[in-house]
């Protein structure tokens, strides 16, 4: 699926919907980001950022949910976000991704209010740097690494196990009564700056 073209979104998700004779659980984990400080950054990377990581969830879920409604049965979107939807990065060029991380929060709260008469639950999971891909060029040099590890009181970075587990909760019965929130996967920094 291409995230930057909203009918590619749209068919894949007819594609998967079809394939498994319906929808009930969307994750929502497409995103990016371009660093580049304020006075850097060029209106191409800007859209690009909103464009994957704000205007992608919005047509994901909306598909999704012309899925899940028709199915008539209780569903659940889960939309990865960061701890950058709530805090700032001091030094480096984050304006763009935090941006569209905290309007994504209020997407998911949008969601959850018009799909709450559906059944259908609406969350977030915001972690701090997990260890996947995004992340290497971050682990892989010892000073980004020991800075990381300098903001997080647990004093690790996250595992896609961390991330993964908070989305099983969300899509379980367990959280059925959990509807446009946000689960901060952080090691404790947001409880801590």
Same mark, same amino acid.
């Given at each position: ?29 497409v995103g990016m980001q371009r660093e ?28 999704? *949910? $012309?899925?899940?409604?028709?199915? &008539?049965?209780? /569903? %659940?979107? =889960?939309?990865?976000? #960061?701890?950058? !939807? ?7 060029g984050y304006s763009t991704y935090c ?55 647990? *004093? $690790?970075?996250?595992?896609?196990? &961390?991330?993964? /587990? %908070?989305? =099983?909760?969300?899509? #379980?019965?367990? !959280? ?18």
């Open positions: 699926m291409d995230a930057h073209a909203v009918e590619d979104i749209r068919r894949s998700v007819d594609v998967v919907a079809g394939h498994w004779g319906g929808l009930k659980i969307l994750v929502n984990c580049q400080a304020l006075l850097e950054v060029t209106e191409k990377a800007f859209d690009e950022v909103i464009e994957v990581n704000l205007k992608s969830a919005m047509f994901l879920a909306q598909a999704a *949910a $012309r899925h899940q409604i028709a199915g &008539d049965q209780d /569903g %659940a979107q =889960v939309h990865l976000l #960061s701890v950058r !939807a709530q805090l700032g990065l001091h030094g480096r941006a569209s991380k905290g309007a994504l929060t209020m997407l998911i709260r949008q969601h959850a209010s018009e799909l709450a008469p559906h059944g259908i639950t609406v969350n977030g999971i915001a972690p701090t740097v997990v260890r996947t891909e995004m992340a290497r060029h971050w682990l892989e040099n010892p000073e980004t690494h020991a800075q990381v590890l300098a903001r997080i009181p647990l *004093a $690790r970075v996250a595992e896609p196990r &961390d991330v993964a /587990g %908070a989305a =099983v909760f969300f899509t #379980s019965p367990a !959280a059925s009564f959990i509807t446009g929130q946000v689960l901060y996967i952080d090691g404790g920094i947001t409880g801590s700056q």
